[in-house]
């Protein structure tokens, strides 16, 4: 719960998230549940080149099983509060 409670936070920040098909897509966080499953809007892929088909895709909705890693902008992390976070959570609490 750590890790949604934290991408509910980025909502509206853009953000690029890297498949595990190597796929790279970058768009602004619209919404995210749970399952770390993932809306972007207004997106766009990082390497145009070499997936030409995605070009007019404006909007996805990306499974969370599908997701390598998810790289965040800069200003939108707040490194004390997932100190904070990370030590409630192993406490159990």
């Given at each position: 719960m750590l890790f949604f409670s934290y991408f509910k936070e980025l909502v509206g920040k853009e953000v690029t998230v890297e498949l595990k098909n190597d796929l790279a897509i970058r768009g602004t966080?619209?919404?995210?549940?749970?399952?770390?499953n993932i809306?972007?809007?207004?997106?766009r892929v990082v390497e145009q080149d070499k997936y030409p088909h995605m070009l007019?895709?404006?909007?996805?909705?990306?499974r969370g099983?599908?997701?390598r890693?998810?790289?965040?902008p800069p200003d939108g992390v707040d490194v004390d509060i997932l100190h904070d976070a990370t030590r409630r959570e192993a406490r159990g609490g």
């Open positions: 966080l619209h919404s995210v549940d749970q399952y770390l809306k972007l809007e207004n997106t007019s895709v404006k909007n996805c909705f990306i099983s599908v997701v890693y998810v790289l965040l």
